[in-house]
């Protein structure tokens, strides 16, 4: 009977483990929050394209997107935190590819909110048990972002309050027309 009641127990501690990492987010394998940048192998696939300014790490791009089977995935960049810790990854999508990453993303994650179809840009988020995931797109672009967000680096980085202690960035100044 002990034996029964700790098979029970330890199959119970599984099972809720296994459902709390199905709502993880872990785009491309790399989890958010846990995997550092310096676990993450150098290569060809993977350049070091600078430092992220709001971040303070690494900012990695991956260039072998074939492998990740994701049809319509053009781009996917990888950003650290000054502790070395994966605090976003953004994949850019084909527009085409719109209607299976939110099929996908609705099928994997809660979703929290989405605009209404006829504006002029699109926005949705969804909630993940390690962090939140938006999607990004104009209305008539070519092209959609899918942003990972590790839990808390979102408002630790872009959030602004009136307090003396946070202030927003300085303004910056136009260096010519785009």
């Not at 098979?7 to 709390?20: G, I, K, P, R, Y």
């Amino acid at each position: 009977m002990k034996t029964l009641a700790l098979f029970c127990a330890a199959l119970l501690t599984s099972a809720v483990a296994h459902a709390e990492t199905l709502n993880a987010a872990a785009p491309l394998g790399v989890e958010l929050g846990k995997t550092t940048c310096t676990r993450m192998p150098s290569g060809p696939d993977r350049t070091k394209t600078g430092t992220s300014p709001w971040a303070g790490g690494d900012t990695i791009e991956i260039r072998n997107l074939e492998r990740f089977k994701l049809p319509g995935l053009t781009k996917a960049t990888v950003n650290c935190d000054q502790h070395d810790t994966v605090a976003l990854v953004t994949l850019n999508f084909d527009r085409s590819a719109m209607d299976d990453v939110v099929r996908q993303l609705d099928a994997r994650y809660e979703s929290k909110r989405k605009t209404d179809a006829n504006a002029e840009n699109g926005y949705a988020e969804w909630a993940a048990a390690n962090g939140g995931i938006e999607m990004l797109y104009a209305r008539d672009g070519k092209a959609l972002v899918v942003a990972y967000w590790a839990k808390g680096a979102k408002a630790k980085y872009f959030s602004y309050s009136a307090t003396r202690d946070k202030q927003p960035p300085a303004a910056v100044t136009p260096q010519g027309q785009l």
